[in-house]
């Protein structure tokens, strides 16, 4: 069973940055999507950020500060997020779609990294 392995996360101040990484311990050239959702207390998780078919997509409200890139050598996907507000605080989960041998999709999601930017 594949999996993501989610590094990163932490508590930081408002308007300084911090990285997630993301690791796919499969065929990284088998997904069809990765990125990152996140979960707000009592809410449905968000897109956030997402490669997919060499776009990327990123929610409005990180547009401009959030950058997601992917390294396919080390199979790892970063979040690069810049200028924290603390309405950014939320439980972040790295995502991926992968299309198997047979044309099926699985989806996987990372364990999770808490996110906590202080005013």
């Known amino acids: 069973q594949w999996q993501l392995e989610e590094t990163g996360g932490g508590l930081v101040q408002s308007g300084t940055s911090l990285e997630l990484s993301c690791k796919f311990t499969?065929?990284?050239?088998?997904?069809?999507?990765m990125g990152w959702f996140r979960q707000f207390p009592g809410r449905q998780r968000e897109l956030v950020a997402e490669?997919?078919?060499?776009?990327?997509n990123y929610v409005d409200s990180v547009k401009g500060r959030f950058s997601i890139t992917k390294h396919d050598g080390t199979k790892t996907a970063f979040l690069q997020m810049n200028n924290l507000k603390p309405e950014d605080t939320a439980v972040y989960y790295c995502?991926?779609?992968?299309?198997?041998?047979?044309?099926?999709?699985?989806?996987?999601w990372g364990q999770g990294s808490q996110v906590v930017v202080s005013s």
């Open positions: 995502h991926a779609i992968q299309i198997g041998a047979s044309g099926k999709e699985y989806e996987y």
């Open positions: 499969g065929n990284i050239f088998s997904l069809r999507t």
């Open positions: 490669l997919s078919g060499g776009a990327t």
